[in-house]
């Protein structure tokens, strides 16, 4: 196999004199063995033999790179090369005829006439033979060579066993063609695996280049969060395409596949290392408990459930009011979960409705509620601003009230960054919601612990801008910003889930838990990052001729530049490094109470105006930036 894979590999050019240093041979055996068939000895090479020998090797290398026979080596199909080389033969059987009469005539030596018949016809079968033994002997390994020209080249960055067992795939696979390895262990640096080099990394980009190479896949699962990072940025930058393998458990079992490979997501690229969850706070809530999630089909809600029954509760109650959603969520998690024998049930059904509320809570009593049921998109509830109120202020009121009417042990909030010095409706809401819970704790006496939970953006969730982003990006751009310098916090889906679950166990009643969000991430080299990760370069004023341009448009309504997770005063540690508490102050009941019945008068009277003044006096931090930005107002003209 090595040397067909030599010989295929050669040079043009080389491939060309070794064809014709065969067809010499050929020649100089086709003579020797016609002097045996016309005598029936084998006579030795001198003399008359030698000279027939070389007239014939000076006929048929110019007759035959006249008549093209070393035009393309190794390529003949059929009849083809039989054809050429009967043409070609024809010519130099006449001519050689001819030499061999006159060599005799003119007495230069006793060559038999019929040499000039005999040797055409040897040679002639020892050539079309040679052919063929060629074609069958190297066309496979020529069409492979062949049908890998056309397949992606790739590198494989990490030469242990996850590597190797990839290269193996991808031979089988003949999906892509690997033509090196990546590593850092510089004993393996320079070694060849089954015939394919290692590398040292910073040598990545000559080796692309030399190779046409496009793409790296990463085999590394067993590295942690940000050595990926640093690996994927860097590749990244180069220009190169990153595919990551799956979880190092798929990898265990041996379901390496080329379909498994995936292409590099943001999230990778931002995340972190993950922090060892604490049992005991996984469990306390949960295990052997009939839990709740409120916005089971959310972005959060889904990947709280998904958390939950991994911990395995007594019964898990989906709550969801959009049908399609719920449908997702719990197909989903019978498809998933289905062996683990946890009673699912969805249920169909609004926060705001206490008695379907009561209904639920009471049929199944149930111990723990994780109440992620909240309209959250900034400028839709800016344009919707009544149906924010209702749903998120007086749906988490009525939720919370029959929760504690209904001895329900736990109560958790999910929350959000924007509720800190909110200059949106949406976060306003939520630190009403916050208020609200804390009156509530202080009123429960510890029979239903109630307990906020306060954290930035999550990675991909609906609506967020990495999903935008990436659906700008496959249209070809622009990528939409609305700020050259506005930041946010994120945090991926399931770690965000992961110490939502944990921080309830933690509450005593009335607790604010942050989450720790790590550093906040420029939303424009946010989009930078996603551009090249798609293996795509930015176009702008110092590259006019890149792929994807990014457009600034301008804050929308209720936007702020940056988030923040603390009112006032510093947070305080908890047993869990990723979670904080925050000391933040109450509103008197009495006055809270007041207030919440002033809102819910001026919402029945639909008096915009009225509404925003109260919700301001509510949550005194609260300072709009936009005027009223309701679209029913706007049409109407009453602002």
């Known amino acids: 196999m090595k040397l067909k894979t030599f010989l295929v590999d050669l040079p043009r050019w080389q491939k060309r004199v070794l064809v014709l240093s065969c067809d010499v041979a050929l020649c100089i055996v086709s003579a020797w063995i016609a002097f045996y068939l016309r005598t029936g000895v084998f006579h030795a090479l001198h003399g008359r033999v030698v000279l027939s020998i070389l007239l014939s090797i000076g006929l048929a290398v110019p007759i035959f790179v006249f008549c093209g026979l070393y035009r393309a080596i190794f390529r003949y199909e059929g009849f083809g090369a039989t054809v050429a080389i009967a043409q070609a033969m024809l010519m130099y059987s006449l001519l050689y005829f001819i030499l061999i009469t006159l060599v005799n005539t003119l007495g230069i030596a006793k060559v038999p006439k019929t040499i000039g018949i005999i040797q055409p016809i040897v040679l002639f079968i020892g050539l079309v033979i040679s052919r063929w033994a060629a074609r069958y002997w190297l066309a496979n390994e020529y069409k492979m060579q062949m049908r890998n020209a ?190 683990h024998g946890v009673p699912v049930y969805p249920l169909l059904a609004d926060v705001r409705d206490e008695a379907r509320m009561r209904e639920i809570m009471t049929a199944w009593g149930v111990n723990t509620v994780y109440h992620a049921a909240a309209y959250k998109h900034v400028p839709m509830v800016e344009r919707n601003p009544m149906e924010g109120i209702v749903n998120n202020v007086f749906g988490t009121m009525t939720a919370a009230k029959v929760a504690r009417d209904c001895g329900v042990e736990r109560f958790t909030l999910i929350s959000t960054d924007k509720a800190v010095r909110p200059t949106n409706v949406m976060g306003a809401t939520k630190r009403l919601c916050e208020l609200i819970l804390q009156s509530m704790a202080a009123e429960s006496n510890g029979k239903t612990i109630f307990t906020m939970v306060r954290f930035g953006n999550v990675l991909g969730s609906s609506g967020s801008v990495v999903p935008r982003f990436r659906k700008q990006i496959q249209d070809g751009g622009p990528v939409t910003v609305t700020h050259q310098d506005i930041t946010r916090y994120f945090m991926t889906i399931p770690e965000a889930s992961q110490l939502v679950v944990q921080a309830a166990s933690l509450g005593t009643g009335g607790d604010v838990f942050l989450l720790d969000m790590g550093e906040p991430v420029k939303i424009i080299e946010l989009a930078r990052k996603m551009v090249k990760l798609s293996g795509l370069t930015v176009r702008d004023d110092e590259h006019p001729k890149g792929d994807i341009e990014i457009q600034v448009t301008g804050l929308r309504p209720g936007e702020k530049l940056y988030e923040e997770l603390l009112v006032a005063g510093d947070p305080s540690p908890t047993k869990h490094p990723r979670i904080f508490y925050a000391k933040e102050v109450a509103k008197p009941r009495e006055d809270l109470i007041a207030m919440l019945d002033s809102l819910r008068k001026s919402l029945e009277k639909r008096d915009r105006r009225e509404i925003r003044e109260i919700l301001m006096s509510c949550v005194p931090e609260y300072t709009p930036k936009d005027g009223v930005m309701d679209w029913v107002a706007l049409q109407e003209g009453e602002i």
């Open 150 to 339: 056309r397949l992606p080249r790739v590198l494989i960055y990490g030469a242990g066993n996850a590597g190797r067992q990839l290269a193996s795939v991808l031979v089988e696979a003949h999906q892509m063609l690997l033509v090196g390895f990546l590593d850092d262990d510089k004993a393996l640096q320079g070694l060849l695996i089954n015939g394919i080099k290692v590398y040292p990394p910073k040598d990545v980009e000559k080796v692309a280049g030399r190779f046409a190479v496009k793409t790296v896949l990463l085999a590394i699962p067993s590295a942690s969060a940000n050595r990926r990072k640093e690996i994927i940025s860097s590749l990244v930058d180069k220009r190169l395409e990153v595919k990551t393998l799956p979880a190092l458990a798929e990898i265990a079992t041996g379901e390496v596949k080329v379909s498994t490979l995936k292409q590099v997501s943001i999230e990778e690229l931002l995340g972190r290392d993950p922090v060892e969850p604490l049992e005991d706070l996984l469990q306390g809530t949960i295990r052997d408990k009939v839990v709740m999630v409120t916005g089971a089909g959310g972005s959060i809600g889904s990947e709280l459930c998904r958390q939950i029954l991994r911990i395995r509760p007594k019964t898990l109650l989906l709550v969801e009011r959009a049908e399609y959603s719920l449908y997702a969520i719990d197909m989903e998690l019978r498809e998933q979960f289905g062996k």
